[in-house]
């Protein structure tokens, strides 16, 4: 038999936003939150909302609950199932433009140096110095241990006889979404599963 979550209210009034204030949050029973195609909103990190954010919103009707755990949220005036995935019933247009920041960066290059692929300890280095008149942009800047980037400093991938992993490149929304699928969260909720890795390829 599940665990049952007590919710003291009033009304049913209550009872939506009592869910809300209650402390647990991602916690405990996180809700994994699909689009409207039943794709995660976002892969790293991964699209959840505390439990009492999911019940709230299917209370609303904005989602629609396609499972659940096992343990029941309970209020004086009715009960329910608390969400294990929730799916959005207005589709959200994916952002086409990714924007050039520290965090998108070195999910490009996922998460390790580009000129030793150590995964500890990264800083960003400029491929052509700055002081050669290289430019902070997607093309010119990589992940890089601080060690190597040490290495270099100022010289020329040349002159430093360093060379990249893979030429750095402006990566499209879907590519940099993808990517994401990689470094999954320590907890993975088994509901989740099938909508994370819909089109992976069959066992024969």
């Not at 040349?158 to 907890?187: C, D, I, T």
Request: proline share 7%.
């Amino acid at each position: 038999m599940g665990t049952v979550l007590q919710i003291a209210t009033n009304t049913d009034t209550d009872f939506r936003s009592d869910f809300v204030r209650k402390p647990v949050g991602l916690k405990q029973h996180p809700a994994l939150v699909l689009n409207a195609d039943y794709r995660p909103l976002s892969y790293y990190p991964l699209s959840l909302w505390p439990w009492q954010d999911a019940v709230k919103a299917a209370w609303l009707n904005r989602v629609d609950i396609v499972a659940e755990y096992d343990e029941v949220a309970r209020s004086p005036s009715m009960e329910i199932r608390i969400p294990s995935v929730v799916v959005l019933r207005d589709y959200v247009k994916p952002q086409k433009k990714v924007a050039f920041t520290r965090f998108n960066l070195f999910l490009r290059d996922e998460f390790s140096c580009q000129y030793c692929s150590a995964t500890g300890d990264l800083t960003f280095d400029h491929v052509v110095p700055r002081a050669a008149g290289g430019v902070t942009s997607w093309e010119n800047v990589v992940a890089a241990c601080s060690p190597c980037n040490l290495s270099k400093g100022s010289k020329s991938l040349r002159e430093a006889r360093m060379s990249l992993r893979k030429p750095p490149r402006q990566p499209a929304a879907e590519q940099l979404r993808n990517m994401g699928r990689k470094f999954p969260p320590n907890y993975l909720h088994a509901s989740w599963l099938d909508f994370l890795y819909w089109d992976a390829e069959l066992d024969a």
